[in-house]
C-alpha cells in the first residue's frame, strides 16, 4: 500500500433534510402538500488523518456526528461533500473492496446470524472474506486465546448473553486480518468484568499487530485506559484532535494530594509555597496544588519534611472531567489561557 | 489443537454457503413445516372445488377457453405446486433499513443481490422438501391429476420454472428495494401481491381474461411467473409455442436483473442508514 497516513478525511460534511411536520390535524393535512424543511449539519466539515497502528478515541455527546463519520468510513453513508480515503479507497465508492480491509463492530448490533450458531457464522464469514485456511486457524486461535470464544461456539447467536455476543462480535472483526478497526460503542451495557475483557483485548490486538483503531465511545474510561489521541466532535466539528495526555495537561490546573498523617497535625500551613491550598481537618489534609507554579513533588518534600506522614496519593482529574467541561463550554477549548 | 478449531472443515464458496446456511435456518422451525403441507393441500382442495362448481352448472363457464372440466382441474393442481415449489422468503430489506441493520450486511464484501438470491434458494429449495414432495404425492392420488409422461413437457417445465422463478425474485427484490426510498413500503408490497394474484395465473389462468386484457396482460412479467410453467408442463399451451414464451420469459429476467442492479446502484447512494 502507499506511503502516507492510512486514512484520510478531508473537509467532510454530511448534512440531512429534516421535514418537520406541523402540530395537530390540519397541521398534517398541510403537510401532505407542502412541508417545512430544515438541514441539519450531522458532520460539518470535518478534516483528519490516522497513521497505521494509531488507536484513537473518537468522542463526543449523542448527536455529535460520531456514527454519521463511521458510516461514511465504512462506506454505508454517501457524504453530503468532502473526501475521504481508507487505504487510497474512497468507501462508499468502493465499498466492497473497503470492507475487506476494514472491521466494523457495532455496539448495539451484531454482524453474527442470529439464528445460526456463532460456528457457522465464523464458517460464513471466512467464505465472505476469504481467509486463507492457515491464517483462519491462527486468528482463530488467537482470539480463542483473549477472548475465551470454545465455550461459546456452538450456541446460537440469539442465546448469547450481551457480554458473550460482544465477543464473538469482536472476534468476527478480526477473522480477515483488518488493517483498520472501527469500534462504535464496544461496551455498551457491558459489566465491568466484561468490559475489562474487551479493553485488554483491543490494547493486545493493537500492539501486537499494529491494527489500527478508532474507538466511538461514551465511556471515558475506556478512552483513558485505551486511547493515546482522542479526536472530540461537538455538534458535527472537531473542536480537539491531538494526544489525550496533552489535552489533560492543558486542562489540569490543579492536582490534588491528599496526606494521611500519623495523628492531627493541628494546623497545617506551608510558608514557603503560599499557592498551595490546604483542605480538610483531621489525620487526613488534601492540598490543591496549582500545576503551573509548584510541583507535585515540592509539595510532598515540604510536607514530609514537617509532618509525620503515614500515606500519600496524588489525584489527577481524568479525562471524562476534562472532556466534560469541554462539552459543557466548547470555546474553552479556543480561549487562550483560562485563568485559574 | 484448541477446541475453537477442531469442529471447523475446509473453506466454503461464499454463495454456495449463503444457500447452504438459508436452508439450515429453516429447520429451526419444525411446525412451519406442517402447518405448510396441509395448507397446501388446503388451497388445492378448495380451487380445485371451485373449478368443479364452475364446471358443473348446466351452462358450464369455461368462459370461451380450451380448458375442459379435467383440464382445468389438472391446471389448478399444478399451478398450486408451481406456486409453492417457487416460495420465497421475504429479503427483510424494508425492515432491515428500518432499523438499521441493513448495515451489517453492507459492511461485508458481499454482491448483496446475489446473497439474497442464494439466501432465498436455500429458502426454496427447503419448501420443496418439505412441501412440494409431500403435496405433490397426496395430490396425485387425491385429484387424479396424473403428470405427463413426454420428458419435453418436464424439460419445459424445468426451463421455464427456472426464468419464472428468476422473474419472481427480480420483482419482489426490486419491491424490497423500494424501500431505500420510501420509509414505509406495505402499500407497494400490496399492490405486488395484488398484482402477482390476478395475473400470474396461480389462482385463474390468464384465458379466463377479457379479452381486452389478455393482451395487456401478456406485457406483464406476471404470467411468465406461474402461468406459462404450468400451461406449457400440462399441455394447454402446444410446444411449438414455447420457443418464443420463454423467449418472453428471458427478456424479462434481463430487463427486471438490469432494473434491480440499477436500483440497488441508486438505493445505496440514497441509503441513509438509521441509528447508531
Known amino acids: 500500500m502507499s506511503e502516507g497516513p492510512l486514512v484520510v478525511v478531508d473537509h467532510l460534511s454530511r448534512h440531512f433534510t429534516l421535514t418537520e411536520s406541523r402540530p395537530g390535524f390540519w397541521g398534517s393535512v398541510t403537510g401532505l402538500f407542502s412541508r417545512a424543511t430544515s438541514v441539519r449539519r450531522a458532520v460539518d466539515d470535518i478534516s483528519f488523518s490516522l497513521e497505521a497502528g494509531e488507536f484513537v478515541g473518537y468522542v463526543g455527546e449523542n448527536g455529535a456526528g460520531k456514527s454519521t463519520t463511521i458510516k461514511m468510513l465504512t ?12 487505504g487510497g479507497l474512497v468507501p462508499w465508492e468502493s465499498r466492497r473492496e473497503n470492507s475487506r480491509q476494514i472491521g466494523v463492530v457495532f455496539g448495539q448490533r451484531s454482524q453474527l446470524w442470529w439464528d445460526l450458531p456463532v460456528r457457522e457464522s465464523f464458517d460464513l464469514l471466512r467464505s465472505i472474506f476469504r481467509v486463507p485456511e ?24 440469539r442465546k448469547l448473553s450481551l457480554g458473550q455476543r460482544m465477543r464473538c462480535d469482536l472476534a468476527a472483526a478480526f477473522l480477515h486480518d483488518p488493517k483498520i478497526l472501527f469500534l462504535d460503542e464496544p461496551t455498551i451495557g457491558l459489566d465491568l468484568i466484561a468490559k475489562d475483557h474487551v479493553r485488554s483485548f483491543l490494547k493486545r490486538i493493537n500492539q501486537t499487530r499494529r491494527t489500527t483503531i478508532v474507538l466511538t465511545t461514551h465511556d471515558m474510561d475506556d478512552i483513558e485506559a485505551l486511547c493515546e489521541r482522542i479526536v472530540i466532535l461537538d455538534e458535527g466539528k472537531i473542536v480537539y484532535d491531538g ?50 507554579s509548584v510541583g507535585v513533588a515540592t509539595v510532598i518534600a515540604a510536607v514530609a519534611a514537617r509532618f ?33 | 489443537m484448541t477446541g475453537a478449531l477442531a469442529h471447523f472443515g475446509p473453506r466454503r464458496r461464499v454463495y454456495p ?77 424494508p425492515a432491515k433499513v428500518r432499523s438499521g441493520e441493513i448495515a451489517m450486511d453492507m459492511i461485508k464484501p458481499v454482491n448483496y443481490m446475489l446473497m439474497t438470491l442464494a439466501e432465498t434458494g436455500g429458502g426454496t429449495l427447503f419448501h420443496w422438501v418439505t412441501r412440494v414432495a409431500p403435496i405433490f404425492a397426496v395430490a396425485l392420488f387425491a385429484f387424479d391429476a396424473w403428470p405427463p409422461s413426454d420428458p419435453l413437457n418436464w424439460l419445459m417445465l424445468g426451463v421455464s420454472w427456472v426464468f419464472g422463478y428468476l422473474i419472481f425474485f427480480y420483482l419482489n427484490f426490486a ?13 407497494f408490497q400490496l399492490m405486488k401481491f395484488g398484482l402477482f394474484t390476478l395475473f400470474a395465473g396461480g389462482i385463474v389462468p390468464i384465458d379466463f381474461f377479457p379479452d381486452w386484457l389478455q393482451p395487456v396482460i401478456a406485457f406483464l412479467p406476471f404470467p411468465s411467473i406461474i402461468y406459462v410453467p404450468t400451461a406449457l408442463f400440462i399441455g394447454h399451451i402446444p410446444a411449438a ?5 420463454i423467449g418472453v420469459q428471458v427478456a424479462w429476467t434481463v430487463g427486471l436483473g438490469l432494473l434491480c442492479r440499477v436500483m440497488w446502484g441508486m438505493g445505496q447512494r440514497k441509503l441513509i442508514v438509521q441509528g447508531g
Not at chain 1, 483462519?136 to 486465546?145: G, K, T, V
Not at chain 1, 462539552?327 to 480561549?335: F, G, I, K, N
Request: zero cysteines.
Open chain 1, 75 to 86: 462506506g454505508i453513508l454517501v457524504p453530503t461533500s468532502g473526501t475521504v480515503r481508507v
Open chain 1, 308 to 340: 509525620a506522614v503515614k500515606d500519600i496519593s496524588i489525584h489527577e482529574p481524568k479525562v471524562g472531567e476534562v472532556v466534560k467541561r469541554i462539552y459543557d463550554d466548547p470555546a474553552s477549548l479556543t480561549r487562550p489561557e483560562p485563568g485559574p
Open chain 1, 134 to 157: 492457515g491464517r483462519f486457524r491462527e486468528n482463530l486461535a488467537e482470539l480463542d486465546d483473549a477472548l475465551e470464544l470454545s465455550p461459546l461456539l456452538a450456541t446460537p447467536v
Open chain 2, 17 to 93: 454457503s449463503f444457500f447452504a446456511k438459508a436452508f439450515q435456518r429453516e429447520l429451526a422451525y419444525k411446525f412451519e413445516y406442517f402447518i405448510g403441507v396441509f395448507n397446501g393441500l388446503l388451497f388445492m382442495f378448495i380451487f380445485t372445488s371451485l373449478w368443479e362448481a364452475v364446471y358443473a352448472g348446466p351452462t358450464a363457464a369455461t368462459g370461451g377457453t380450451a380448458f375442459t372440466r379435467e383440464g382445468i382441474i389438472t391446471y389448478a393442481v399444478y399451478a398450486m405446486l408451481v406456486r409453492i415449489s417457487m416460495t420465497q422468503e421475504e429479503s427483510g430489506i
Open chain 1, 243 to 292: 494526544a489525550t495526555e496533552s489535552l489533560k495537561r492543558r486542562y489540569v490546573r490543579e492536582k490534588g494530594v491528599v496526606v494521611e498523617f500519623h495523628g492531627d497535625p493541628g494546623v497545617v500551613t506551608l510558608p514557603d509555597l503560599p499557592t498551595v491550598r490546604v483542605e480538610g481537618e483531621g489525620a487526613k489534609r488534601r492540598f490543591s496544588v496549582p500545576v503551573d
Open chain 2, 175 to 187: 419491491f424490497a428495494l423500494l424501500a431505500f426510498w420510501f420509509v414505509e413500503t406495505f402499500s
Open chain 2, 241 to 245: 409455442e414455447a420457443g418464443s414464451l
